[in-house]
């Protein structure tokens, strides 16, 4: 670990070493972070073509954005974890890392000589995380997980969509993302356990339970009745009117938490007899009523279009907002603001959502390694020569 | 600070001590991780009936579920923070706290006499979280927001569902849930790094940002193209066949994420004449004309039932899973082996998916706390005359 001054730190990780062997999605957007908030991030990747992403489209400028987006920052070696000579630059990076990150299928680690008990003996200060898609206990530990599969057996892909509709992929890769942000979460929190006592840990991270962390009302639901609930469409489970509605032209979406918001709704759409009909008149008979309440609504607002609305409720000070799409979203004034797209090497890439104030939030950033660039120079700084 | 005794820790933030404000869902969904691994974490409810959520169903056994999931194993103490007897209390505890959380909308804490630029002159270590729908800076930070109007703006909901069919929330609170957890990240890292600079941060997370971050392959479509994707229904953006299909009976997913695993897909529906078809012999190819082939492998399918097709597929190691709802999936031998659904108090709730070898991972937690449960306890700790 090299030295911290806070005054140049780019991050609260700043001289920490990773040596990250994960690969495709999961394990990767975990390391992303640590390398935003400042650790130095080694990707080690196989020989060949290195990550599988590297492949992936879509490519701009010569680079795969799917890289790109969760390895910029970063830097690569390749390296055959079979071959004595590669392996023995591999221990000594071991020996002075903080943190392995893996995300191989559970005993892949094992059948290289590089499980977490044989690491710790050589360092045990390391942090060693695994994400994996169902974790490295129980009977599913070595079942093959993608996204989709964990998002269609963790209950998350019946839980989205419209009662008399198909269940739905969460439109992005849900799963993934939050195995990811999970084995960063262990790996930060192992950190700060370390620095009182001395001693790293194994982070065992599944995609599954990560899911399951995140199924909220659903789960409320099951452990209420025993049942999994029906599909909900856009509307909220305990409030009314918390919907996505349609208007003249597009659809908006109106949340109601609470009376005085409600009777402003009722001010804005001229239907204020609604406040004391006693079918509307408290959130659990309006939830109670919402299909009849939603039917009012949009007949009401099937008279003006989106931009009217949105102004109008907003006026009311109604939570009210339009349905944009990614594009409409990253060009909002408020995501420039926030520095939520920013630039890294040839291409654009997410921003890191984590702002702290005593800590630089750039908008440019170091890209994503080519294949093996930093090869030579890792090479040489734990070559055993230097080490002894 | 209390002193740390790695054998009887609880978990890496035993001994801290953590002022909650925080209320609803996202705030309460990141100071919850603390808790869980081993943070106290005292919870100051405003008077009358405290958090909105205490009122929120489903109820069992008299305890919001809604509550339970976020607060269990806190402590809870009633403050009037416009008090000045409980302010003095308030302000006695932060000079003791190593993190205060707060979700209020971005202005209210500087009303309140309670600015991170305050506190911090009070104690200078002190993490201060502000999670808000979309932070504290920009032309958007004060507009209201709730997880449904965020969703809306970030594009999630416009890139979930299918191409002919309307946009649609993700079924669950992902933006409340997103921000709560890069919150929790945000806690994690500043604590690290104030190991190295004796300095607290203000950390100032938007449910906004984190679901950009969560946008994946929608965002990056949006970068190579400066357009909006089409939604993609269940399928993979860059991969196919990986995508849910229709048996004789169910739905199942299906993922090939190489050509190896097509080939012994078309093996397993007996069409292995496929591999060599041009129009599906390689990735690119299978993404290009995904609709024809879905077709082939739907009429295979109908053929057989989900439980025929799940045997059959599996046997050619091919990642293949039925969809389950949340009861399904919580009722999994795996999720139990795993502790993801544990007792705290007098309900059931999801457990923790940071597993970490040197810390245990308790099936049975306290319950949440009721409303000012430790409120006598935690005045008489934090009293003036006992500090001086």
Redesign the interface.
């Known amino acids: 670990m090299t030295d911290?001054n806070?005054k140049l730190?780019k991050?609260?990780?700043d001289?920490l070493l990773v040596i990250d062997l994960t690969h495709v999605?999961n394990g990767p957007f975990g390391t992303q972070?640590l390398a935003d908030?400042g650790a130095r991030v080694i990707k080690v990747e196989q020989p060949g073509h290195g990550d599988d992403t590297r492949l992936?489209?879509?490519?701009?400028n010569g680079e795969s954005?799917?890289y790109s987006?969760t390895n910029r920052g970063k830097e690569s070696i390749v390296l055959n974890l079979k071959d004595e000579a590669d392996r023995e630059i591999f221990f000594n990076m071991i020996k002075e890392a903080d943190v392995l990150a893996e995300n191989f299928r559970p005993g892949t680690m094992d059948k290289l000589g590089l499980s977490?008990d044989t690491l710790a003996k050589i360092n045990p200060r390391l942090v060693y995380a695994s994400s994996s898609g169902?974790?490295h206990?129980?009977?599913?530990a070595n079942a093959?997980?993608?996204d989709?599969?964990i998002?269609?057996?963790?209950?998350?892909?019946?839980?989205?969509?419209?009662v008399n509709?198909?269940?739905?992929?969460?439109?992005?890769?849900?799963s993934d993302?939050c195995g990811g942000?999970?084995m960063?979460?262990?790996i930060?929190?192992?950190?700060?356990?370390?620095?009182?006592?001395g001693?790293?840990?194994?982070?065992?991270?599944?995609m599954?339970?990560?899911t399951?962390?995140?199924?909220?009302?659903?789960?409320?639901?099951?452990?209420?009745?025993?049942?999994?609930?029906e599909?909900?469409?856009?509307?909220?489970p305990?409030m009314a009117p918390?919907?996505?509605f349609q208007t003249q032209d597009k659809?908006?979406?109106i949340?109601c938490?609470n009376d005085a918001l409600f009777a402003e709704l009722c001010d804005a759409l001229k239907i204020p007899e609604l406040v004391s009909d006693e079918r509307f008149s408290s959130n659990a008979s309006r939830v109670k009523n919402q299909a009849e309440l939603k039917a009012i609504i949009e007949q009401q607002l099937s008279q003006q279009n989106a931009a009217y609305w949105l102004d109008e409720i907003d006026k009311h000070?109604v939570?009210?907002?339009?349905?944009?799409?990614?594009?409409?979203?990253?060009e909002?004034?408020?995501?420039k603001?926030?520095n939520?797209?920013i630039d890294a090497g040839a291409?654009?890439?997410?921003?890191?959502?984590?702002?702290?104030?005593?800590?630089p939030d750039p908008t440019v950033r170091k890209g994503a390694p080519k294949l093996d660039e930093n090869g030579t120079a890792i090479r040489q700084e734990f070559a055993t020569a230097q080490k002894t």
């Open positions: 911290h806070p730190a991050g609260p990780f001289g999605l972070i908030l992936y489209g879509p490519f701009v954005l799917y987006f977490y169902f974790g206990t129980g009977p599913l093959p997980a993608y989709t599969i998002q269609a057996m963790s209950g998350i892909m019946m839980e989205t969509g419209f509709g198909p269940a739905t992929r969460v439109g992005t890769s849900l993302l942000i999970y960063f979460c262990g930060a929190s192992a950190l700060y356990g370390r620095e009182r006592t001693q790293g840990t194994h982070v065992d991270v599944a599954f339970d990560s399951l962390a995140f199924l909220e009302h659903g789960l409320m639901n099951y452990v209420a009745t025993g049942q999994s609930p599909r909900l469409g856009d509307r909220h305990y918390f919907d996505v659809h908006i979406a949340c938490g000070r939570p009210v907002a339009p349905l944009l799409g990614v594009a409409q979203a990253m909002l004034p408020q995501t603001a926030r939520m797209l291409v654009k890439v997410p921003g890191t959502p984590i702002k702290l104030s005593t800590y």
